[in-house]
């Protein structure tokens, strides 16, 4: 049974930055394209980014483009989201998810079988 347990939160001021890991065990995520989610407060859960299983599809929401960069090393079995230049409306938890698939990602959370417990970001001066 895979798990995902992700880690690299905490609190960062307005333009820092933190990257974020999701470690995976209990399976290797080879055939597993990522997906990062976060939700604030009182809002829906939003698709922040996704990578496909090689590395080679990445998709980013845009209000999240030119900042966040996300990559895979699966030689350790885990997924990063670098965050730089981070903004007040960044705070959320952030979750990664896995969904097995052989090509691609989706943005969208239905599709993912598994999840981590998530991660606090706070962003505030």
């Known amino acids: 049974q895979l798990q995902l347990v992700e880690s690299g939160g905490g609190l960062a001021q307005p333009g820092g930055s933190l990257r974020l890991s999701c470690a995976a065990s209990g399976s290797t995520l080879d055939y597993y394209a990522i997906g990062w989610f976060r939700q604030a407060p009182g809002k829906e859960r939003e698709g922040v980014s996704c990578i496909g299983s090689t590395g080679g599809n990445t998709n980013y929401a845009d209000s999240v483009k030119g900042r966040f960069t996300i990559s895979r090393d699966n030689a350790k079995n885990t997924v990063y989201l670098q965050m730089n230049s981070l903004k007040p409306e960044d705070t959320a938890v952030y979750y990664c998810?896995?969904?097995?698939?052989?090509?691609?990602?989706?943005?969208?959370?239905?599709?993912?079988?598994?999840w981590g417990q998530g991660t606090q970001v706070t962003v505030s001066s």
């Open positions: 998810a896995a969904d097995r698939r052989n090509y691609g990602c989706s943005p969208r959370g239905g599709v993912y079988a598994y």
